[in-house]
């Protein structure tokens, strides 16, 4: 998944992935780079990387 938004001259982008690791559990993978963010950073540049792990039940 990847989304780009754009403000004037500010602009964002982000991606995210969610593989299969085992049966119900799933590795989350997240690259974000530009403005906004976050509310309060809406005017800093950032670069966010994130990583988890999530079970789903069924």
Partial sequence: MQ???RWGSRSARESGSAPTLISSL???VQ???G???S???YNAYQ???GLGIY???R
């Fill in 26 to 28: 799933k590795g989350y």
């Fill in 35 to 37: 403005y906004g963010y």
């Fill in 39 to 41: 509310l309060i950073d």
């Fill in 47 to 49: 670069r966010v990387f």
């Fill in 31 to 33: 690259y974000f780079s």
């Fill in 3 to 5: 989304r780009k938004y």
């Fill in 55 to 57: 079970i789903e039940f």
